[in-house]
């Protein structure tokens, strides 16, 4: 499979269409090099029930603020790929405590 043949699928924290059974078997034919914030971040459940249903990487944290906020996350394997936003983060220092 040639790199521009996979699908990126941001999903902008939209619970219903990441979360049906129906999108995740659909999905996981297609390939998705990730799937970004498929959930509020503060919703762990919701995050939990999507990685049990697809294969596709999630990448998660545009809307998390510290490393407090990350360690939650990433201690519970929700996450396969961090993306701190340095403006809601506290900047450069704390995006790389984060990292």
């Not at 996979?6 to 219903?16: D, E, G, K, P, Q």
């Not at 340095?86 to 790389?96: K, L, N, P, Q, V």
């Amino acid at each position: 499979m040639r790199q521009w043949d996979r699908i990126l699928a941001s999903a902008w924290t939209s619970t219903v269409a990441c979360t049906s059974p129906r999108c995740s078997r659909r999905n996981s034919t297609r390939k998705l090099l990730f799937i970004e914030e498929p959930v509020l971040s503060e919703n762990v459940e919701a995050l939990r029930d999507i990685v049990n249903q697809t294969s596709s990487p999630i990448v998660l944290g545009e809307r998390l603020y510290s490393h407090w906020d990350f360690k939650h996350i990433l201690a519970g394997g929700y996450v396969d790929i961090i993306q701190p936003d340095a403006s809601y983060a506290g900047g450069i220092t704390e995006c790389r405590k984060i990292a």
